[in-house]
């Protein structure tokens, strides 16, 4: 764990919530079980395998040394996270987490959870796509968004930040849509957000009723046991992009799963919409630098083709499992 500790030895004081050390990609070989994160002002390591004590202290050594050269005469705090595919633990090494634990990025405020479950509530990987959706907030002033698979709703507050006049935010998951609502009014965007609350699969029609949207966002999980299976769920989603997007309209299709590339997701918009074109791949943040770019989150701007009708999809899907529409902490999220 040299590299890691090299990263300590170095890093300066964060001031917003971003990675610091991403393992995850391979760029640092023998390194992949780690990453290091900050939710200011508590930092957060997660191994994704088993870690012996005498290691833990190592590292709670050096966090301890190169935080009192940072911050000096203030306390560390830090948390680690051990995750398999089985379970989560995360236990508090030194210091204290906020009871109210809200951190900033560019600016815009989100509340975290880092006690609780896997997902802290804010996808720290996902800041250039939260960019993107600025900036087309920005260029298209009123526009009306739906956002899918909404969990805490980030999308939806720097949309409405950035001057979009509605977004729906559906996903099946009330408690994180509390802490969604709880987002805006940090942000003192309330007012234009709905919070649906709802089986996505089940309630196309009330979806609908809504649209067309000048930006769908479709952030699912990749797996949730029982629920949703990309490789088998997401071409329902695709499949209602005809109807749910407006034909001057773009949306936003996001996969995060090392298991499925690019060609997964060109595939399904080739088969379930050929009415749409790809028009790119957004960059992910630089601290997610993978040395296979097909492992990483991946998120396509889509759009309708010029001069092609849009056909809707059908307007019944088949049966499947259990209900779906939700991104809770048991969603697989390889971040």
């Given at each position: 764990?040299?590299a890691?500790?090299?990263?300590?030895?170095?890093?300066r004081?964060?001031?917003?919530?971003?990675?610091?050390f991403?393992?995850?990609g391979?760029?640092?070989?023998?390194?992949?079980?780690?990453?290091?994160?900050?939710?200011?002002?508590?930092?957060?390591?997660?191994?994704?395998?088993?870690?012996?004590?005498?290691?833990?202290?190592?590292?709670?050594?050096?966090?301890?040394?190169?935080?009192?050269?940072?911050?000096?005469?203030?306390?560390?705090?830090?948390?680690?996270?051990?995750?398999?595919?089985?379970?989560?633990?995360?236990?508090?090494?030194?210091g204290?987490?906020?009871?109210?634990?809200?951190?900033e990025?560019?600016?815009?405020r989100?509340?975290?959870?880092?006690?609780?479950?896997?997902?802290?509530?804010?996808?720290?990987?996902?800041?250039?796509?939260?960019?993107?959706?600025?900036?087309?907030?920005?260029?298209?002033?009123?526009?009306?968004?739906?956002?899918?698979?909404?969990?805490?709703?980030?999308?939806?507050?720097?949309?409405?930040?950035?001057?979009a006049?509605?977004?729906?935010n559906?996903?099946?998951?009330?408690?994180?849509?509390?802490?969604?609502?709880?987002?805006h009014?940090?942000?003192?965007?309330?007012?234009?957000?709905?919070?649906?609350?709802?089986?996505?699969?089940?309630?196309?029609?009330?979806?609908?009723?809504g649209?067309?949207?000048?930006?769908?966002?479709?952030?699912?999980?990749?797996?949730?046991?029982g629920?949703?299976?990309?490789?088998?769920?997401?071409?329902?989603?695709?499949?209602?992009?005809?109807?749910?997007?407006?034909?001057?309209?773009?949306?936003?299709?996001c996969?995060?799963?090392?298991?499925?590339?690019?060609?997964?997701?060109?595939?399904?918009?080739?088969?379930?919409?050929?009415?749409?074109?790809?028009?790119?791949?957004?960059?992910?943040?630089?601290?997610?630098?993978?040395?296979?770019?097909?492992?990483?989150?991946?998120?396509?701007?889509?759009?309708?083709?010029?001069?092609?009708?849009l056909?809707?999809?059908?307007?019944?899907?088949?049966?499947?499992?259990?209900?779906?529409?939700?991104?809770?902490?048991?969603?697989?999220?390889?971040?």
């Amino acid at each position: 764990m040299q590299a890691l500790l090299d990263h300590i030895a170095t890093m300066r004081r964060p001031t917003e919530a971003a990675r610091l050390f991403h393992g995850r990609g391979g760029r640092y070989p023998g390194h992949e079980q780690w990453s290091l994160d900050a939710f200011p002002p508590v930092l957060l390591l997660t191994s994704f395998a088993p870690v012996p004590d005498e290691d833990l202290q190592t590292l709670d050594s050096a966090l301890h040394r190169r935080w009192a050269e940072i911050a000096p005469g203030e306390p560390l705090n830090w948390v680690f996270q051990h995750r398999d595919e089985f379970r989560v633990h995360n236990r508090l090494m030194a210091g204290s987490v906020p009871q109210a634990h809200v951190v900033e990025e560019g600016g815009t405020r989100f509340g975290v959870h880092l006690l609780q479950g896997q997902n802290h509530g804010f996808f720290l990987d996902m800041a250039e796509g939260r960019q993107w959706v600025r900036r087309w907030a920005q260029a298209h002033p009123g526009g009306k968004v739906l956002n899918l698979f909404a969990y805490t709703c980030a999308f939806s507050v720097v949309a409405l930040q950035a001057g979009a006049a509605e977004v729906v935010n559906v996903d099946m998951a009330s408690g994180a849509l509390s802490i969604g609502r709880r987002n805006h009014q940090l942000n003192g965007v309330a007012d234009g957000a709905q919070f649906l609350a709802h089986d996505i699969f089940n309630s196309w029609a009330k979806i609908r009723r809504g649209g067309p949207y000048d930006l769908v966002i479709m952030d699912p999980p990749s797996f949730q046991k029982g629920s949703f299976v990309a490789t088998k769920d997401y071409a329902r989603l695709i499949r209602r992009l005809p109807e749910l997007v407006a034909p001057t309209g773009q949306a936003l299709v996001c996969l995060n799963t090392p298991k499925l590339d690019t060609g997964f997701l060109r595939e399904l918009i080739g088969t379930e919409a050929p009415g749409f074109e790809i028009v790119q791949r957004l960059p992910n943040p630089a601290a997610y630098e993978d040395v296979d770019p097909e492992r990483a989150l991946k998120v396509l701007v889509v759009r309708p083709r010029e001069g092609v009708p849009l056909s809707a999809g059908s307007a019944h899907d088949p049966p499947h499992g259990a209900p779906l529409g939700t991104s809770p902490p048991a969603a697989e999220r390889d971040d």
